[in-house]
């Protein structure tokens, strides 16, 4: 059974960093496409970024250039470097995977789900 667990969130202020961890268990996160997405209170699920199982990656506009999605193959770890953070990125941030090695914007495309972590940016 595959099992994603996520940490690293917490409160920053405008301008600064967090780095996102997603520990996977019953998938080898190389072998896979792997995802984070958003949610903030009252809106939909947002696509952040996906890294194939080549390491081709994928950002959505919002992050671009602020955010770097990477694997740490030896510990089975996906990871999410977040710079120069803003207010509008306060949501919890979830990690995903799906059974194919493309990456995908799509929420629907992915099958496994960790719980979330919270990242909240104050002003």
């Known amino acids: 059974q595959v099992q994603l667990v996520e940490s690293g969130g917490g409160l920053v202020q405008a301008g600064g960093s967090l780095r996102l961890s997603c520990a996977a268990s019953g998938r080898t996160v190389s072998n896979y496409a792997m995802g984070w997405f958003r949610q903030a209170p009252g809106k939909e699920r947002e696509f952040v970024a996906s890294?194939?199982?080549?390491?081709?990656?994928l950002y959505s506009d919002a992050v671009k250039g602020r955010f770097t999605i990477s694997r740490d193959n030896t510990k089975n770890i996906l990871n999410l470097q977040m710079n120069s953070l803003n207010p509008e990125d306060t949501a919890v941030y979830l990690c995903a995977t799906r059974s194919s090695a493309l990456y995908s914007s799509d929420r629907y495309d992915y099958n496994y789900w960790g719980q979330g972590t919270q990242v909240t940016v104050s002003s």
């Open positions: 890294i194939s199982r080549r390491g081709s990656t």
